[in-house]
């Protein structure tokens, strides 16, 4: 059977008639679900409805640990049914909530700087997997009184577009109008850099931003920290982000982690620029989170300002990421895998 949170609505009226429910029932479930309940703790649905909808799995993820960060941050460690754990993050911006989730448990894309792939990819994650880190976290962030969840980034563990089927049908729940239903305009997606899929994305007229992870000028340097770079070469990354630009008429992202010695010089911003030239582009400049696995440095901080000032001297928009809540862990995928690796009383 289909679990609960997987279900579109149409899915969970069709399933309310097989059970000799009326319609509306599947609406209350819906927006029950919505405020991160479970299906026993939806009160205005009779109690013989609640407990046959709690024999049906829920597909869901539930908070396992939760870190608060002297800046506001939250991260969370989710437990998935099946006891796998994925990494989740609150950041709170003056615009609003901001949460970022992951759409796979580890990732097989191999990035040399990223902890997420340093043992490949476990699984996908299912829609409603996702959508229960999003309920999660917006039910704690309304309980502790810090309002709703307004935007969501896939900037998780895992490769979004290398689970496109599942990523594009988790879109569809957020958005649900009877849901939660956040705005494909508050929604980010980000890629390694899959081109076939970004074409695919582009048809699809979603209204999702794009993010690229370029982090590299040219080809030889990408290709020695991001395997996909192999498969697909800068110029066609480039011409399928153009692609997406003209095709959904929305700028796109490019994340430009600076790493020291590989591809954080001026000569390497001034190459970018040259790439980026006329794109209707924003480049997002981030300072490596150190992965105690690998040997990579984040680039000086002076290093970091003199890359900006050289792109921005070229025209090309572009911001240097904040960094946040380092004070209760690291980043990408390092607190599921310090979980995993020492044991809960670590993390
Ligand atoms: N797989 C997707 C989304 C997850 S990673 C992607 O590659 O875009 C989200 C962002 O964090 C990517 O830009 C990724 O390259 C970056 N990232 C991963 N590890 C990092 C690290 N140790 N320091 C800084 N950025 C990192």
Same mark, same amino acid.
């Given at each position: 059977?289909? +679990? ?19 319609? #509306?029932?599947?609406? @209350?479930?819906? @927006? ?45 460690? #989710? ?33 040399? #700087?990223? +902890? ?129 630009? *003209? ?12 790493? *020291? ?47 900006? *000032?050289?792109?921005? @001297? ?19 995928? @390092? ?13």
């Amino acid at each position: 059977m289909t +679990a609960l949170l997987d279900m579109t609505l149409p899915q969970l009226k069709e399933l309310m008639q097989s059970w000799g429910e009326p319609a #509306f029932r599947a609406v @209350q479930i819906t @927006q029950g679900l919505a405020r991160g309940e479970a299906p026993c703790e939806i009160k205005n649905i009779p109690q013989s409805l609640r407990r046959r909808l709690e024999e049906c799995p829920l597909g869901g993820a539930k908070i396992h640990k939760k870190l608060v960060s002297a800046d506001g941050t939250r991260k969370y460690l #989710f437990m998935l049914e099946d006891g796998n754990i994925v990494e989740g993050v609150l950041m709170r911006y003056n615009y609003g909530n901001t949460v970022c989730i992951s759409t796979q448990v580890g990732c097989a894309m191999g990035c040399t #700087f990223c +902890a997420s792939t340093l043992e490949g990819k476990v699984r996908d994650l299912m829609p409603g997997e996702m959508l229960s880190e999003v309920l999660c976290v917006n039910r704690d962030a309304v309980q502790s009184g810090i309002g709703k969840v307004t935007n969501i980034v896939l900037m998780g563990s895992g490769e979004p577009l290398d689970n496109m089927d599942n990523v594009v049908a988790f879109l569809h729940l957020v958005n649900a109008p009877e849901g939660i239903n956040i705005g494909m305009r508050n929604i980010s997606l980000s890629t390694c850099g899959l081109v076939d899929k970004i074409y695919a994305l582009a048809e699809l007229h979603l209204g999702i931003t794009l993010s690229v992870s370029l982090h590299a000028p040219n080809d030889e340097i990408r290709r020695r920290t991001m395997p996909v770079a192999r498969a697909y070469s800068m110029q066609q990354l480039l011409e399928a982000a153009r692609h997406y630009i *003209k095709a959904t008429g929305r700028r796109v992202i490019f994340e430009y982690t600076l790493i *020291k010695g590989i591809n954080d010089s001026r000569e390497n911003a001034a190459e970018l620029a040259g790439r980026l030239r006329g794109m209707q582009c924003h480049v997002n400049l981030i300072a490596l989170n150190k992965v105690d696995e690998r040997q990579l440095d984040s680039a000086e901080p002076v290093k970091m300002s003199v890359f900006e *000032k050289t792109l921005r @001297q070229h025209n090309i928009s572009c911001s240097v990421r904040k960094e946040r809540g380092s004070d209760i862990a690291g980043a990408c995928g @390092q607190l599921r895998r310090r979980y995993l690796k020492e044991g809960e009383e670590s993390t």
